[in-house]
Nanobody, 123 residues
Framework: QVQLVESGGGLVQAGGSLRLSCAAS????????MGWFRQAPGKERELVARIAQNANTAYADSVKGRFTVSRDDTKNTVYLQMNSLKPEDTAVYYC?????????????????WGQGTQVTVSS
């Protein structure tokens, strides 16, 4: 069973930074595509960034140049470094794992999810 636990959310002013962490089951981060999703009130859940088994990364256009996804294989942890935060980045952020290869963007392609962590960016 894949288990994911996020941490690092909070309240930050616009222009600030936060780093989210996702602690995963042993070997999950190298065996799965790991995605960071977010969901704002009244909106659909969307992929923010993902890192594949081969460490290839991809980002939503809205966060390119501001967010960076990375992983530490020795700690089985995936990170999302968020810089230059904007009020529109406010959402619950989720870590998710997909056993599939390729460019996985849809929530339904990720069977395993963390509990989510709130990120609030004030203007």
């Amino acid at each position: 069973q894949v288990q994911l636990v996020e941490s690092g959310g909070g309240l930050v002013q616009a222009g600030g930074s936060l780093r989210l962490s996702c602690a995963a089951s042993v070997r999950t981060v190298t065996s799965y595509t790991m995605g960071w999703f977010r969901q704002a009130p009244g909106k659909e859940r969307e992929l923010v960034a993902r890192i594949a088994q081969n460490a290839n990364t991809a980002y939503a256009d809205s966060v390119k140049g501001r967010f960076t996804v990375s992983r530490d294989d020795t700690k089985n942890t995936v990170y999302l470094q968020m810089n230059s935060l904007k009020p529109e980045d406010t959402a619950v952020y989720y870590c998710a794992a997909s056993p599939y290869y390729g460019d996985r963007k849809l929530p339904r392609e990720y069977p395993y999810w963390g509990q989510g962590t709130q990120v609030t960016v004030s203007s």
